[in-house]
C-alpha cells in the first residue's frame, strides 16, 4: 500500500500516454500544492520532439540507442568522449552523464545533417 501511494506521489514526474493516436506527454508540477489539485503540464509531441526524447530516454537504458554503423562512423569526434559504441548502440559514458541532455541535442542535430546528406525522411534510430 505505502509503495503503491508514493508511486502515485511524484510532484515534477513525467510521463507519456497514447490518446487518439497522439502522443502525449504530462508533467507533473513540482510544487506539492500544485501536485495535489492535480494540475499538470500536458504537451501534444510533434515528429522532432518524439525523436529527441527517444534519444535522450534511450542513451540512459542498458540497450542503448540503436543506430545505423554509417551513422556511427561519421559522428562528430567532439561527442566521442562523451559516448561508447556497442553493437551498433550508442551510450553514455561516465563524462556523457555528465551533460546528458547536451549530448542528446548534439546526437539530433547530427542525425537531421545525417538524414539530410542521406536524402532520406527518417532512419531508424
Known amino acids: 500500500m505505502a509503495k503503491a501511494l508514493l508511486h502515485r506521489a511524484c510532484p ?13 506527454r504530462y508533467t507533473n508540477p513540482s510544487s506539492f500544492s500544485l501536485y495535489a489539485k492535480g494540475i499538470k503540464k500536458i504537451e501534444v509531441l510533434n515528429e522532432n520532439q518524439k525523436l529527441l526524447e527517444e534519444i535522450f530516454l534511450s542513451l540512459r537504458t ?3 540507442l540503436k ?5 556511427i562512423k561519421n559522428l562528430p569526434r567532439e561527442l566521442k568522449p562523451f ?4 553493437n551498433n548502440s550508442l551510450f553514455l559514458s561516465e563524462r556523457g552523464i555528465l551533460v546528458a ?3 542528446a541535442l548534439k ?6 545533417e545525417f538524414k539530410k546528406k542521406a536524402d532520406v525522411q527518417r532512419f531508424d534510430i
Open 12 to 24: 515534477s514526474a513525467s510521463g507519456f500516454y497514447l490518446k487518439e493516436g497522439k502522443e502525449i
Open 62 to 64: 542498458r540497450w542503448g
Open 67 to 71: 543506430v545505423e554503423t554509417d551513422f
Open 83 to 86: 559516448i561508447r559504441v556497442k
Open 101 to 103: 541532455d547536451a549530448i
Open 107 to 112: 546526437i539530433y542535430e547530427h542525425y537531421e
